[in-house]
């Protein structure tokens, strides 16, 4: 069974640093890519970082901040958030996808259940 399971979430000061942590079951980065999406209320899910076994790709609003990695023998994916700003407050979901790069969340087909990020300034 395909699983996503987001942790890592919570409060940060502006500035600060977080790191988001996603659990992958049922598939591996050999043959899937996962991103990280996050989503304000009353906005759609916004694109922020994708990877798999061969690319990276950062929306250009998070590229110098956000910076996403993998541990594949433990089957995870990482984002770290750094410099972290009050507007950067959001549920944070990951995502799988068949390929890395500018992603909609149309192009996702299974997700996680996602993590609170609030920033405080």
């Known amino acids: 069974e395909v699983e996503l399971v987001e942790s890592g979430g919570g409060l940060a000061q502006a500035g600060g640093s977080l790191k988001l942590s996603c659990a992958l079951s049922?598939?591996?980065?050999?043959?899937?890519?996962v991103a990280w999406f996050r989503q304000v209320p009353g906005k759609e899910k916004e694109d922020l970082a994708c990877i798999s076994k061969t690319d990276i790709h950062y929306a250009d609003f998070v590229k110098g901040r956000f910076t996403i990695s993998a541990d594949n023998d433990r089957n995870m994916v990482y984002l770290q958030m750094d410099n972290l700003k009050s507007e950067d407050t959001a549920v944070y979901y990951c995502?799988?996808?068949?390929?890395?790069?500018?992603?909609?969340?149309?192009?996702?087909?299974?997700w996680g259940k996602g993590t609170q990020v609030t920033v405080s300034s």
């Open positions: 995502a799988r996808a068949n390929y890395c790069g500018p992603l909609s969340q149309n192009d996702m087909d299974h």
């Open positions: 049922g598939f591996t980065l050999d043959d899937y890519a």
